[in-house]
């Protein structure tokens, strides 16, 4: 079955460090690929997404690369802040259509000054 | 604005009580999740419904409860069957296609 694999946090990053969660899955097909945040006590947002090879994901600084060859989907980020503290999910659809979600188990981040 | 609303922030259950989770977009969204989140085991899926008046079963579907009689709502029902509730849980929505899916502000349910 479809799954996704996360690296295990936490990771404690200094201010303007570089970040790379790893995220590998495990799916038939060809799925499209997610990385959501959530910040303390909230939901979960949409960071970026990806929905076929090669595609790249950006936003807020934070980008992502759907390499098919080796199931990966990496999130990575120049320069974090402090503000970047959350949690990071990774995430595949499970089938084409309005289908759930398959996540990881989540990266905690934490950011220091 | 558009959005997904979830409702109430936090809920207290006592033994043996059924309590309902409740769950409502504005998206105009077809389908409808809710995924039980515990603390680093990522999200689990309990219920969705691609449609109305239809829904299917997760991965964690026991002790739980659904309907799905209007567009907009999706409340769960976390019955007493439910013998570990505490958790934090999340209703998500997407629209067609292979579409994002977003995220309410979840629930939290403690038990008593």
């Known amino acids: 079955g479809n799954s996704v694999t996360q690296m295990e946090g936490p990771v404690t990053l200094s201010e303007e460090a570089f970040l790379t969660i790893n995220c590998t899955y495990t799916?038939?097909?060809?799925?499209?690929l997610f990385w959501y945040v959530q910040y303390p006590g909230e939901g979960l947002q949409l960071l970026l997404k990806a929905t076929k090879a090669d595609d790249k994901g950006s936003n807020k600084g934070f980008e992502a690369t759907y390499r098919k060859e080796t199931t990966s989907f990496h999130l990575e980020k120049g320069s974090v802040q402090v503000s970047d503290s959350a949690v990071y999910f990774c995430?595949?659809?499970?089938?084409?259509?309005?289908?759930?979600?398959?996540f990881g188990k989540g990266t905690r981040l934490s950011v220091i000054a | 604005d558009g959005g997904i609303t979830q409702s109430p922030k936090y809920l207290f259950r006592k033994e043996g009580q059924n309590v309902t989770l409740s769950c409502e977009q504005n998206l105009n969204h077809d389908a409808m999740y809710w995924y039980r989140q515990d603390p680093g085991q990522g999200l689990r899926l309990i219920y969705y419904?691609?449609?109305?008046?239809?829904?299917q079963k997760g991965d964690i579907a026991e002790g739980y409860s659904v309907s799905r009689e209007k567009k907009e709502s999706f409340p769960l029902t976390v019955t007493s069957a439910q013998k570990n509730p505490t958790a934090f849980y999340l209703c998500?929505?997407?629209?067609?296609?292979?579409?994002?899916?977003?995220f309410g502000p979840g629930t939290r349910l403690l038990v008593l």
């Open positions: 799916a038939t097909g060809y799925p499209s």
């Open positions: 998500a929505s997407s629209g067609t296609g292979r579409e994002t899916q977003y």
């Open positions: 995430a595949l659809n499970r089938n084409s259509g309005n289908t759930p979600l398959v």
């Open positions: 419904s691609q449609i109305v008046n239809d829904f």
